[in-house]
């Protein structure tokens, strides 16, 4: 959790839950907090660009972290800008797109900002 940066279990938990559903981990069920890593390497194919809405709602939620972080930052750069046009990119690719839209107003903020 702390070197992910993440501020909530749930999180952790959502992910390594995933990885137990791919087959990348096994939880022993007679231990408390006991992962074995399985050795699995092969990644599995991706199909479509839908998401679950709970994947939605972290996806969403990690976006707006990032947008926080430049916003409250005293050194905004392009590079930082950029990172976060594609990250809006990716939510429209996602099919996301009134999610992307809400934070287009955002990066125009930005970019005035860094201008400034």
């Known amino acids: 959790m702390a070197a992910l940066n993440y501020t909530s279990v749930a999180t952790v938990a959502l992910h390594v839950n995933s990885l137990i559903k791919r087959g ?3 939880k022993r069920f007679k231990s408390a907090r006991s992962l ?14 839908e998401i ?4 939605e709602k972290w996806l969403v939620e990690k976006v707006d972290y990032f947008f926080r972080q430049a916003e409250g930052s005293s050194n905004l750069n392009q590079s930082s800008l950029d ?3 594609v990250l809006v990119g990716a939510l429209k690719v996602l099919g996301l797109d009134g999610a992307a839209q809400s934070f287009i107003e955002r990066l125009g903020g930005l970019r005035k ?3 400034a």
Do not use: C, D, F, M
């Open 36 to 49: 074995e890593v399985t050795g699995k390497t092969e990644s599995p194919k991706l199909g479509t660009n």
């Open 113 to 115: 900002k860094l201008a």
């Open 83 to 85: 990172g976060l046009y």
């Open 52 to 55: 679950k809405p709970s994947e």
């Open 24 to 26: 990348h981990l096994i």
